[in-house]
């Protein structure tokens, strides 16, 4: 009856599952979908604008160098405005209405792409083209900074995010392509324009673009008034006054954000570590095309390393929130900047393009947990009185960083000669790639752990433990440890639950008890009598829905705060009751205990093995029941001994609790030496004794036999 949580084939289906069901509810809420909609017109616009820009550019000269720098002067216009305006970007996201900030720059980068196809000159295209630029400045640091503001917790950031980037690099960008293709070879079956219509088409696509704009400033005036909102989800302790509330000035925004960097490790490790990120992905960006080279593959060997660090780009912002349920935001994000160090490293050393493909793509399988990890932090951990300037400061220290890397590298390359090596058998090219990449490596690994010394929450588990747990297939598994005590109900659990967490007192490790008090918890009491609920399955989903609140309110946050749980009656004891006595089948029990305590299983489960009072040809009902319970429990407990130590509870409660810390002292050794007491002081406590740290937990209801 009991399965191992994660195993089997159905564990995969699962975790699709649940991803799919985390994207429903983010999309659920009305004022984020919209904003996806809005942001997915404007990447669009965007992509679209450096294609049909770069169109124009090259149909308003007849110069061939003018022609061929049409390209980088559309992108470096494009880009140059991030690296000069961010900042006052996040300036206005902090000081003024949003949703205002967004309207009137979309209202802007529509006006600026007309007047480029009216005026179309060329020196107005780049200056133009400059403009949007700043506009697009002001308007991604107020997007940015409002989101979390739309949602229900601030939990769903990551899965907000990931749809975030879904759309912005992927559907926008296979749709602004296909767009482009269409409307420039529409005039071929069409004859729309006359002789030729070259130009007239390129200035059709802006002007389309210049509308994208246009679409997305009224709907977010007339449809997204939730964008306004400010510090939906409070954080305690917050450090940052409203600027919007205190009329702060330009000058003191600017001094209150570096303060806040300078006081808040949190945020300083994170932009450090972005800093290191992006200087390894700008030494990987310069060095590409003549490290493809250095390998002796040919061009193709370019465009399969491209394609691998995309796909790596990919998957790394697919499973970082799965790797975020296994391992806290701040941790992961260190950790992953380290792994795409050590990763780049080995690209740096790769004597084959097979294991420069492999190298690469795991570079970019970290990179991109690092980035999402990055941003979903300033958007759930960072004050919303701020958000906006430090969101302006990682994108402004990403494209300058990115820029600067890009442009220097390949000087840098060019001062190392090239030479000839054999490395088994084969020849390779040794040239300045390889020393950039490895320098490209080591700020990204200093950085990294900087990132994560500063970051780090300092918790109980080891990092490399944390680490592993984060890594295997199995669901999360805590930092505390859960002990489960279970038995018949004919068998004094409680006592022995206590005795035991007194006893573990005397490690090293806090103990928190979870113990049943005389089977009549409250708030299951209340809602069984309340609801009037008489019946076997309505009576288990209320025991689960109190368990559940257990699990989730002090369980859970004692397990991760690396404390010792004992809990009474976790879930065996009432999934064999409800089995043997009520008669409800057992799958679907186990997969109700599983949705109430999210998977949940105890590190170690003591079975309190005693034979009921009477003999198993007494015909009394509760005795029948109890031999049916109990047997079950065994059948548990042969199906998975690694996990459970059945104990003799014949004789008195100092006698049983004797055995138990005998057989515990052999499982406590190796790793789990901590749990064991240092001390040997047998105690035992009465029921009526029960320690402060104690939570409550509803025995199953009693039910009738069918």
């Known amino acids: 009856m009991r399965s191992v949580p994660g195993a089997g084939p159905g564990a995969s289906s699962g975790a699709e599952a649940s991803t799919i069901n985390r994207v429903r509810r983010v999309l659920a809420i009305k004022p984020f979908r919209r904003l996806w909609g809005v942001t997915y017109l404007c990447s669009v616009a965007d992509w679209l604008n450096i294609l049909a820009l770069t169109g124009l550019a090259t149909k308003l000269t007849d110069n061939y160098f003018a022609q061929n720098f049409a390209f980088v002067g559309v992108v470096l216009t494009g880009l140059a405005p991030g690296l000069l305006f961010a900042p006052v970007g996040g300036l206005l996201a902090d000081r003024f209405d949003r949703r205002k900030v967004m309207v009137v720059a979309d209202l802007l980068r529509c006006g600026f792409l007309l007047s480029i196809a009216i005026v179309s000159a060329p020196w107005w295209l780049l200056a133009g083209n400059f403009l949007v630029g700043s506009a697009s400045s002001m308007w991604i ?8 503001n739309l949602l229900r917790r601030p939990d769903q ?35 729309l324009f006359p002789g030729d219509p070259s130009l007239n088409i390129a200035k059709l696509v802006v002007i389309i673009t210049g ?16 964008l306004s909102l400010r510090n939906v989800h409070a954080l305690p302790d917050q450090k940052v006054k409203p600027a919007d509330e205190e009329k702060f000035g330009i000058g003191q925004m600017i001094a209150d954000g570096f303060r806040f960097i300078r006081s808040t490790p949190l945020v300083r490790g994170l932009l450090v570590g972005a800093f290191g990120a992006f200087a390894a992905g700008g030494a990987v960006i310069g060095s590409a095309k003549p490290y493809s080279s250095s390998l002796g593959a040919g061009d193709s060997a370019f465009n399969l390393l491209v394609l691998a660090v995309f796909l790596g780009l990919a998957t790394g912002m697919a499973t970082a929130p799965k790797l975020a349920r296994r391992l806290a935001h701040d941790r992961l994000f260190g950790i992953s900047i380290v792994a795409a160090a050590l990763s780049l490293l080995v690209v740096a050393l790769s004597p084959h393009l097979a294991f420069s493909l492999v190298a690469v793509f795991f570079v970019g399988i970290w990179a991109g947990t690092a980035f999402l990890t990055g941003v979903t932090i300033i958007g759930s951990r960072v004050e919303d009185a701020i958000r906006g300037r430090i969101n302006a400061i990682y994108q402004l220290m990403m494209k300058l960083v990115l820029f600067g890397t890009t442009v220097t590298v390949p000087l840098l390359v060019g001062l190392v000669h090239q030479r000839n090596v054999t490395v088994w058998g084969s020849e390779l090219t040794i040239d300045g790639t390889r020393p950039v990449m490895l320098g490209g490596a080591a700020i990204a690994l200093v950085a990294g752990l900087f990132a994560y010394r500063q970051m780090d929450d300092k918790r109980t588990e ?33 006592i022995q639950a206590v005795n035991l967490a007194d006893w573990l ?33 309505a009576q288990a989903l209320a025991a689960a829905a109190v368990r559940a609140d257990i ?7 004692a397990l991760d705060a690396g404390s010792v749980v004992v809990m009474e009656r976790f879930v065996d004891s009432p999934l064999a009751h409800l089995s043997a006595v009520a008669g409800l089948d057992s799958d679907e029990l186990e997969g109700l205990a599983d949705w109430a305590t999210g998977r949940l299983r105890p590190d170690l ?6 034979a009921p009072n009477g003999a198993p040809r007494d015909k009394s009902a509760a005795l029948n029941d109890q031999w049916r319970v109990q047997h079950l429990l065994t059948e548990m407990a042969a199906a998975d001994p690694d996990r459970y130590v059945v104990i003799d509870a014949d004789g008195t409660d100092t006698e049983v609790a004797e055995r138990i810390r005998t057989a515990l002292r052999a499982v406590f050794v190796g790793r789990l030496a901590a749990l064991a007491p240092t001390s040997e002081k047998p105690v035992t406590l009465p029921l009526d004794t029960l320690p402060v740290e104690t ?5 199953e209801p009693r039910v009738e036999a069918k």
Not at 169 to 184: D, S
Request: hydrophobic content about 45%.
């Open 141 to 148: 640091p107020s997007k940015e900074a409002a989101v979390p």
């Open 157 to 191: 950031v990551e899965t907000a995010n990931q749809l975030g980037m879904v759309m912005t690099y992927g559907l926008a960008v296979i749709t602004a392509a296909g767009a482009n293709a269409v409307i420039t070879g529409v005039n071929t079956t069409f004859h």
């Open 211 to 226: 509308l994208l704009y246009l679409a997305s400033a009224i709907l977010i005036a007339t449809r997204i008034p939730e």
């Open 462 to 494: 080891p990092i490399l433990a944390d680490l592993r747990n984060a890594l295997r297939l199995t669901p999360r598994r805590v930092n505390g440890y859960l002990i489960a005590v279970e038995g018949t109900t004919a068998i004094n659990t409680a």
């Open 505 to 537: 007192r005397g490690g090293t490790r806090p103990v928190v008890v979870a113990a049943d008090p005389a089977l009549d918890d409250q708030r299951l009491t209340a809602l069984v009598s309340g609801a009037s609920l008489t019946g076997a399955r």
């Open 551 to 557: 699990v989730e309110r002090h369980v859970q946050p």
């Open 605 to 610: 489960t003591i079975l309190l093995d005693a």
């Open 695 to 699: 939570i409550e937990t509803p025995e």
